[in-house]
């Protein structure tokens, strides 16, 4: 795939996936844009694919090694940590709410008033690729 990828564009089955984007160390900020690509492509398709899932969950690890390896996310609380990483990736409080699947959900996490569920953890570490536990 040579343009950006996007939900509609990838394939379901894993080596499908592999095939235009391996599986591999991240050893550079362009990688690790490349990878963060792909991650938001495939977190945001509504009914994944079990390949779709594995292919994301894999490259989820590899881009948190890359990230915990260059970043520490020191002293922040969840709700500030997200904040970095919507920043981070010019993320809106509307792309927050869609991706956890209600719109109005980004912004009640954001101002505190909805804490993150379990579920809703598992979906951000997935999407920006750190570890679940960063969000607890």
Do not use: C
Not at 64 to 88: F, I, K, N
């Amino acid at each position: 795939m040579n343009a950006k990828p996007n939900a509609r564009s990838m394939p379901g089955k894993f080596l499908a996936l592999v095939q235009p984007h391996p599986l591999m160390a991240i050893h550079d900020e362009h990688a690790h844009e490349n990878a963060m690509e792909y991650i938001d492509a495939l977190a945001s398709i509504v009914s994944p694919t079990k390949g779709q899932i594995d292919y994301l969950e894999s490259l989820s690890v590899l881009v948190g090694e890359y990230e915990d390896e260059r970043w520490e996310p020191g002293d922040l609380d969840p709700v500030d940590l997200l904040r970095t990483l919507m920043a981070e990736r010019d993320m809106s409080v509307a792309d927050l709410g869609r991706l956890l699947g209600e719109r109005s959900l980004g912004g009640r996490i954001l101002n505190r008033d909805r804490s993150l569920s379990k579920t809703h953890i598992r979906k951000l570490a997935a999407h920006f690729g750190v570890r679940a536990d960063l969000f607890l």
